[in-house]
């Protein structure tokens, strides 16, 4: 081990120790989103012609996050692997992706994880799908930490399904809009997002160095504290994640007052 990775182990352990040692009052969070950005950018940095060695790369590190989260005591993790806008990219491009995704989704449930899909499935390539809805139906019943993998995943597009499916399924106990509205609230739009019985996030992670959500769980983020992280996705370590929530804990959590 050298100088610097010395020195970051024992900086990992004082953070850990501030955040549950013995004395601790930290508050941990309970639902932590990651969007898990930098894959292409961290190959390319590296002299890789295959970007989607850094998408493998990426996949490698959720295992790792997972742990971490854990060992902290976070109960839902949701991560972004493909947005609506993803899908239109280039089919060379976007294949590979897929795949290593599916990979990834496979993986996640040899190693005995929950794991919750979530997006516009209908979206998808078939097979792509079916490897994601087979993985919910596998892992449905396991106790113990809940992986949301979105996938196909927008903001604005789970805004709108809600609706759509709020409007479906009132219509189909013979309601008129009338109706709807008289009883409409943010209650029953939360109940047809994807995340329907989910705790709302409460520590947003983002890599690569973007300041931005760019549509992630934009209804259930209303509340959440917000972590950027300079690192791409790929070399973010569990250092960093401590220090996220290291920043959570410090925060004064007013709920838009």
Same mark, same amino acid.
């Given at each position: 081990? @050298?100088?610097?990775?010395?020195?970051?182990?024992?900086?990992?352990?004082? =953070?850990?120790?501030? %955040?549950?040692?013995?004395?601790?009052?930290?508050?941990?969070?309970?639902?932590? @989103?990651?969007?898990? #950005?930098?894959?292409?950018?961290?190959?390319?940095?590296?002299?890789?012609?295959?970007?989607?060695? @850094?998408?493998?790369?990426?996949?490698?590190?959720?295992?790792?996050?997972?742990?971490?989260?854990?060992?902290?005591?976070?109960?839902?993790?949701?991560?972004?692997?493909?947005?609506?806008?993803?899908?239109?990219?280039?089919?060379?491009?976007?294949?590979?992706?897929?795949?290593?995704?599916?990979?990834?989704?496979? #993986?996640?449930?040899?190693?005995?994880?929950?794991?919750?899909?979530?997006?516009?499935?209908?979206?998808?390539?078939?097979?792509?799908?079916?490897?994601?809805?087979?993985?919910?139906?596998?892992?449905?019943?396991?106790? @113990?930490?809940?992986?949301?993998?979105?996938?196909?995943?927008?903001?604005?597009?789970?805004?709108?399904?809600?609706?759509?499916?709020? =409007?479906?399924?009132?219509?189909?106990?013979?309601?008129?809009?009338? #109706?709807?509205?008289?009883?409409?609230?943010?209650?029953?739009?939360?109940?047809? %997002?994807?995340?329907?019985?989910?705790? #709302?996030?409460?520590?947003?992670?983002?890599?690569?160095?973007?300041?931005?959500?760019?549509?992630? =769980?934009?209804?259930?983020?209303?509340?959440?504290?917000?972590?950027?992280?300079?690192?791409?996705?790929?070399?973010?370590?569990?250092?960093?994640?401590?220090?996220?929530?290291?920043?959570?804990?410090?925060?004064?959590?007013?709920?838009?007052?």
């Amino acid at each position: 081990m @050298g100088v610097r990775d010395l020195v970051y182990k024992l900086y990992e352990r004082r =953070l850990e120790r501030k %955040l549950s040692g013995p004395g601790s009052t930290a508050q941990i969070p309970r639902h932590v @989103g990651v969007i898990v #950005d930098g894959n292409r950018r961290w190959a390319r940095a590296m002299g890789l012609r295959d970007v989607n060695r @850094g998408h493998q790369k990426g996949a490698d590190k959720i295992s790792e996050l997972l742990g971490w989260c854990r060992e902290a005591g976070v109960e839902y993790v949701t991560l972004w692997l493909l947005s609506t806008d993803n899908l239109s990219r280039d089919q060379a491009e976007l294949q590979p992706l897929l795949q290593v995704i599916e990979g990834l989704v496979r #993986d996640l449930v040899e190693q005995g994880w929950h794991v919750n899909p979530m997006g516009s499935l209908d979206l998808l390539p078939d097979h792509t799908a079916r490897v994601l809805k087979d993985a919910k139906e596998a892992t449905s019943h396991r106790p @113990g930490l809940i992986v949301n993998v979105a996938v196909g995943y927008g903001g604005r597009r789970e805004i709108a399904d809600a609706v759509r499916s709020l =409007l479906q399924e009132h219509a189909s106990k013979g309601a008129s809009i009338e #109706d709807l509205v008289e009883v409409l609230d943010v209650e029953h739009i939360a109940e047809h %997002l994807y995340t329907r019985g989910l705790p #709302d996030p409460d520590l947003v992670i983002r890599t690569s160095g973007e300041l931005r959500l760019s549509g992630f =769980l934009l209804w259930q983020s209303a509340h959440s504290e917000f972590y950027f992280c300079e690192a791409y996705w790929p070399d973010f370590r569990r250092v960093d994640f401590l220090r996220a929530l290291r920043s959570y804990a410090a925060r004064h959590r007013r709920y838009g007052s």
